[in-house]
């Protein structure tokens, strides 16, 4: 038998005996056999294995001394599964069960963070990512001298933004229909500014408060005769305050040329 052959054989005969030990894990009634080798299944990345030995483990050892790691394992062998649904109701029956446990600073960081990753695109449903936001801002609360204070953090900015976006999307939607069955671009005024007030620090402020300054000049421009100069000064007010905020912007020259036809209606 040549080397080559030799590796297969050895490794085939590994993979049984591996299989072969889990099967016996499963149908053993020794719960610490169960937890030992769950624990040793974890270390080996075999994070599934690990999760099933575990849940029957935790229910048995439930009020004594080994159910707070064998909880804690079960969390963690989901998260890294990326089973961040399941890993963060884990998570939080241990940070529950456990408020001043040895493992609850992790507990309540990685709850936020599975949060995080498994954060949807920003035009889908963003309840995970508002779950994210309060858990990883408990987390920050409860510990704010942890050494995952600052990856805490940028999650939150970056869920945040993910939030911003949404709401500007809406609010495009809304400058987009422009007067169809409505006055829309005052319902993207609305939206933008909210967006504006609930995210200040946004990447996507200058984008958001663009859109209201054009928002507000094709609601002037498009207004009744008698309405328009009062419209018009409230672009102008609007310019103004954008300008300020962004002075080197680059929709500078459109917002300039903006400025240049609403005084011009504003003076009349």
């Known amino acids: 038998m040549n080397i080559r052959n030799l590796l297969i054989t050895i490794l085939a005969a590994i993979s049984l005996s591996s299989c072969g030990?889990?099967?016996?894990?499963?149908?053993?009634?020794d719960y610490d056999y169960k937890l030992d080798y769950a624990k040793r299944a974890f270390e080996q990345k075999k994070y599934v294995q690990s999760a099933t030995i575990l849940q029957d483990v935790i229910t048995v050892f439930k009020g004594t001394e080994k159910a707070e790691d064998a909880l804690y394992l079960l969390a963690l062998s989901n998260y890294e599964n990326k089973d961040y649904v399941n890993s963060g109701a884990y998570f939080?029956?241990?940070?529950?069960?456990?408020?001043?446990?040895?493992?609850?600073?992790?507990?309540?960081?990685?709850?936020?963070?599975?949060?995080?990753?498994?954060?949807?695109?920003?035009?889908?449903?963003?309840?995970?990512?508002?779950?994210?936001?309060?858990?990883?801002?408990?987390?920050?609360?409860?510990?704010?001298?942890s050494d995952k204070v600052s990856i805490a953090q940028n999650a939150i900015f970056e869920l945040q933004d993910k939030l911003t976006l949404k709401e500007l999307q809406n609010a495009q939607?809304?400058?987009?229909?422009?007067?169809?069955?409505?006055?829309?671009?005052?319902s993207a005024i609305i939206v933008a500014k909210n967006a504006i007030k609930n995210y200040p620090y946004s990447r996507y402020k200058e984008d958001l408060e663009m859109l209201v300054l054009k928002a507000r000049y094709q609601e002037a421009a498009q207004s009744v005769d008698e309405k328009k100069a009062s419209r018009f000064r409230d672009v102008i007010d609007e310019y103004y305050s954008f300008i300020n905020?962004?002075?080197?912007?680059?929709?500078?020259?459109?917002?300039?040329?903006?400025?240049?036809?609403?005084?011009?209606?504003?003076?009349e």
Request: net charge negative; no cysteine.
């Open 21 to 29: 030990e889990y099967q016996r894990a499963q149908k053993s009634t």
């Open 92 to 145: 939080k029956t241990y940070y529950t069960r456990y408020p001043r446990g040895k493992y609850t600073e992790l507990a309540r960081f990685y709850t936020g963070y599975g949060y995080y990753l498994d954060s949807p695109d920003p035009q889908l449903d963003q309840s995970d990512t508002m779950r994210g936001i309060e858990e990883l801002q408990s987390f920050l609360d409860y510990f704010p001298k």
């Open 173 to 186: 939607l809304y400058y987009n229909l422009g007067n169809y069955m409505g006055n829309n671009y005052e």
């Open 245 to 267: 905020n962004y002075p080197d912007s680059p929709n500078r020259k459109e917002a300039d040329n903006i400025l240049k036809i609403a005084q011009n209606y504003a003076t």
